[in-house]
């Protein structure tokens, strides 16, 4: 089983609507979660992070940590097609030493 | 400005040759990662290093060397054991923290063998 886990899509949404993306782990001992947006060709940005159950939004989006079941999630209210990206999960494990661990990412197509 | 900085932004191999990836952070962080990325695919850690003088390998350590003799930099060696080296590296900083603080990331250096 993977650590991290991400239906690589693509989801294809229409602009206006609600996009869902969502993110299993596998370690319970996990602390904090990320979503990252990565255009073509760049680098990974920051667009959330959350680290206690249940929801926090930062203006369209919201991200969403269930930790008893294992899962976290990204909404993105008012989908626009510069939205159109990957959004990749990542999950800090903490054994004796931390390191972050991303997930494959899931490719989001808004259309017009 | 404080950032994070990864030299060269293409670099062309050749089989057998062992190349040096350069990343420098001046964000004071004490944790520095490098991550490989295929077409498609996600990041997938190499190695990563929590304090001077010491790292840890992620999943994909083979055919990969790493030091952490400066707090500000961690280069990337991807040696002649590699056997597919094409990719994009990135390299990553962050304070030990992780619950309140994000990872930053370079712009990246995309590998070619040739």
């Known amino acids: 089983q993977k650590e991290v886990e991400q239906n690589s899509g693509p989801l294809s949404v229409p602009e206006g609507a609600i996009a869902s993306l969502n993110c299993t782990y596998s370690?319970?001992?996990?602390?904090?979660f990320f979503w990252y947006r990565q255009y073509s060709g760049k680098s990974p940005e920051l667009i959330m992070f959350i680290y206690s159950n249940g929801d926090k939004e930062d203006g369209r989006f919201t991200a969403q940590l269930n930790k008893a079941s294992q899962y976290v999630s990204l909404l993105i209210r008012d989908s626009q097609p510069s939205d159109s990206a990957t959004y990749l999960c990542a999950v800090n494990i903490q054994h004796t030493t931390d390191k972050l661990i991303f997930g494959t990412g899931t490719r989001l197509q808004v259309f017009p | 400005d404080g950032g994070i900085t990864q030299s060269p932004k293409y670099l062309f191999r050749k089989e057998g040759q062992n190349v040096t990836l350069s990343c420098e952070q001046n964000?004071?962080?004490?944790?520095m990662y490098w991550y490989r990325q295929d077409p498609g695919q996600g990041l997938r850690l190499i190695y990563y290093?929590?304090?001077?003088?010491?790292?840890q390998k992620g999943d994909i350590a083979e055919g990969y060397s790493v030091s952490r003799e400066k707090k500000e930099s961690f280069p990337l060696t991807v040696t002649s054991a590699q056997k597919n080296p094409t990719a994009f590296y990135l390299c990553?900083?962050?304070?030990?923290?992780?619950?309140?603080?994000?990872?930053?990331f370079g712009q990246g250096t995309r590998l070619t063998v040739v």
């Open positions: 290093s929590q304090i001077v003088n010491d790292f």
């Open positions: 370690d319970r001992g996990s602390q904090s």
């Open positions: 964000l004071n962080h004490d944790a």
């Open positions: 990553a900083s962050s304070t030990r923290d992780m619950r309140d603080t994000e990872a930053f």
